[in-house]
């Protein structure tokens, strides 16, 4: 069985499904609409939310300088070090580096589902919309009930 972790997930599936039967297109395209809209799944970038924890985002931001600096990080759970490479430390430092803006977008909240990230149980997702002088990326935090983060990581829109 597949579990899905929020909407963005569920949309990315879909779309993928549609790709591999392009004989069928119509037909996916439909039923892709039908349950996007089934499921109230926004379609396209969305617009930031307020930001009721602004302590929070300047946390994962400083989070992120961390991890580029490679300095050591409390809010981050053990196993995630070990994951973050030299290389991604790179990119972080290169995509920080041009910092325009750090913005949260919103929180999937995933209490009610059975959700873990590297063997802990996540919470929420909260997303951010992170642009640079070279583009714009999507960050996804996976966290613990404590605002612990079990787990990051970004896409081009």
């Not at 307020?50 to 961390?66: G, N, S, V, Y």
């Not at 996976?142 to 970004?154: I, P």
């Amino acid at each position: 069985m597949l579990r899905l972790c929020g909407s963005r997930a569920l949309a990315a599936v879909l779309l993928v499904l549609a790709a591999a039967a392009p004989a069928r297109a119509d037909a996916t395209d439909d039923y892709i609409k039908v349950e996007m809209e089934r499921r109230q799944i926004p379609v396209g970038p969305q617009k930031p939310q307020a930001d009721a924890e602004p302590a929070l985002t300047a946390r994962l931001r400083k989070l992120l300088q961390h991890v580029a600096k490679n300095e050591p990080d409390a809010t981050v759970l053990p196993p995630l070090v070990s994951y973050i490479s030299p290389v991604g430390r790179a990119l972080t430092a290169e995509r920080l580096a041009t910092l325009k803006s750090f913005t949260f977008v919103s929180c999937d909240d995933a209490q009610a589902r059975a959700v873990e990230r590297l063997g802990a149980r996540v919470s929420r997702v909260c997303h951010y919309r992170m642009v640079n002088a070279e583009e714009t990326r999507y960050y996804s935090f996976w966290l613990t009930a404590d605002n612990t983060v079990a787990d990051f990581w970004s896409s081009t829109e």
